[in-house]
C-alpha cells in the first residue's frame, strides 16, 4: 500500500531551527511536495523535489533520498507564524498526491 | 498568479438540501481540477478528478451521485452536495493545475460545510 510517516506534533522555539522528516511508500514516484496548511485554511505550496538533494528556498529547505523514501522539510529562523501543519505529499505512478495527516507545528516564544 | 477561489467560503444549509461550491482559476487556464474533503486534524482526502470538458473521475468510496462535479470551463468547476446529511460536514477544498505545470496544485481557500 501507499503511507506516508510523518511526526503527529513537533515543537520549536521562536528564531531556531527545525527539521520535519518524512517517509513514505508509493507506488512509483514523480516527485514529492511539502506544503504548509493553517488551521482552517488551504493548504500552501512550499516545494517540490523530484531529484535527490537539497533545495533551498529562502527560510526553507527540502531534501529528497529516493532510495530511502525519505525527506525532511528543514525550517531556519522560525517565527511565530510558522506555526501550522506541515504536509509531506509524494506523487505516485499515476501523478496523483498522496497525503499523510501532516505535523503540527508549534511555535514558542 | 495561479491564484484559486471558492464560493462560499462558508455555509449552512439544513439536512436534506443541496449545496453548491464554486471554484475557480482567476489568473490561469485550469485543465485539471481536483475535490478534497478533509475532516479535523485528518489528511486531505482526493474526491475527485476532472478534466475541462470531462466527466470526473471519483475516488473509491465516493458517491458520484451525491457530489456532482462539473468542469464546464477552463476557469470553472463546481461540486453540488446533493441531499447533504450531518456526516457531510467537512472543509472542501479545490486545487486547480494548468498543462505547463501540471504537477503543481494551486489550492483555493476551502468550503467549510456545516450541515444541521
Known amino acids: 500500500g501507499q503511507n506516508i510517516d510523518q511526526p503527529t506534533e513537533m515543537t520549536a522555539t521562536e528564531g531556531a531551527i527545525v527539521q520535519i522528516n518524512c517517509t513514505y511508500q508509493t507506488s512509483g514516484f514523480n516527485g514529492l511536495f511539502w506544503y504548509q496548511q493553517h488551521a482552517g485554511e488551504a493548504p500552501t505550496f512550499l516545494s517540490y523535489?523530484?531529484l535527490d538533494g537539497l533545495e533551498e528556498k529562502g527560510r526553507f529547505s527540502s531534501f529528497l533520498s529516493r532510495s530511502k523514501g525519505y525527506s525532511y522539510l528543514l525550517l531556519k529562523e522560525l517565527q511565530m507564524k510558522d506555526s501550522a501543519s506541515y504536509l509531506c505529499?509524494?506523487?505516485?505512478?499515476?501523478?496523483?498526491?498522496?497525503w499523510g495527516a501532516g505535523t503540527k507545528l508549534i511555535i514558542k516564544p | 498568479g495561479a491564484v484559486v477561489s471558492q464560493h462560499p467560503s462558508r455555509v449552512i444549509c439544513k439536512s436534506g438540501t443541496s449545496v453548491k461550491i464554486e471554484c475557480r482559476s482567476l489568473?490561469?487556464?485550469?485543465?485539471?481540477m481536483f475535490w478534497y474533503r478533509q475532516f479535523p486534524k485528518q489528511s486531505l482526502m482526493l474526491m475527485a478528478t476532472s478534466n475541462e470538458g470531462s466527466k470526473a473521475t471519483y475516488e473509491q468510496g465516493v458517491e458520484k451521485d451525491k457530489f456532482l462535479i462539473n468542469h464546464a470551463s477552463l476557469t470553472l468547476s463546481t461540486l453540488t452536495v446533493t441531499s447533504a446529511h450531518p456526516e457531510d460536514s467537512s472543509f472542501y477544498i479545490c486545487?486547480?493545475?494548468?498543462?505547463?505545470?501540471?504537477?503543481?496544485?494551486?489550492f483555493g481557500p476551502g468550503t467549510r460545510l456545516t450541515v444541521t
Open positions: 523535489n523530484v
Open positions: 489568473d490561469f487556464q485550469a485543465t485539471t
Open positions: 486545487s486547480a493545475s494548468n498543462s505547463r505545470d501540471w504537477y503543481e496544485q494551486y
Open positions: 505529499a509524494p506523487m505516485d505512478s499515476n501523478y496523483q498526491l498522496i
